[in-house]
């Protein structure tokens, strides 16, 4: 199933990554998701860096019967490898959530392109299912999950390059 999440920050892309591979940020993204278990883990390489957030989410949202089969939540392993930056400053990532001793997958981008004063940034993926019979019903459940936490996240990063400290 495709996700798409359009999304603009009022910093530039270079602001942005900068954001994104902060270690504090990443704690307070993960505490905005009620995350559990939380161990994030950055390559700090100044061109290509790669942040790595592994968690247990909260099965919010989720049917009754995926709730009951997973009460202590669901393990996400977060990747975003990002590319070195374009002539025009704009960026581009790798984007993998894996969801350990789950049959899901997605596999993405995230893109940054300088936007009215700003940054225009777009998640976009595949999201599979590796269940016969059910992958369909499975993705879509999954998708509103996703782009759920998707959301939250951007609240948080608009939320930090404000200079807002509060929680979100």
Request: charged content about 20%; hydrophobic content about 45%.
């Amino acid at each position: 199933m495709r996700v798409d999440v359009p999304m603009s920050y009022p910093a530039s892309p270079h602001a942005v990554v900068a954001m994104l591979v902060d270690p504090a940020y990443q704690e307070r993204k993960c505490a905005a998701l009620d995350a559990r278990h939380v161990r994030i883990t950055i390559h700090p390489d100044s061109a290509t860096p790669t942040v790595v957030a592994d968690r247990v989410m909260p099965p919010y949202g989720a049917p009754d019967v995926i709730r009951a089969m997973v009460p202590s939540g669901i393990r996400v392993v977060e990747t975003v490898s990002w590319a070195p930056a374009a002539r025009d400053g704009s960026r581009a990532a790798a984007i993998h959530l894996d969801f350990p001793h789950h049959p899901l997958m997605l596999r993405g981008t995230l893109a940054l392109v300088r936007a009215d004063g700003g940054t225009r940034a777009t998640v976009a993926g595949q999201l599979r299912a590796a269940v016969p019979f059910m992958a369909g019903r499975i993705e879509r459940m999954a998708a509103k999950l996703v782009v759920r936490a998707i959301t939250i996240e951007h609240g948080v990063g608009r939320d930090w390059l404000a200079g807002d400290d509060r929680q979100h």
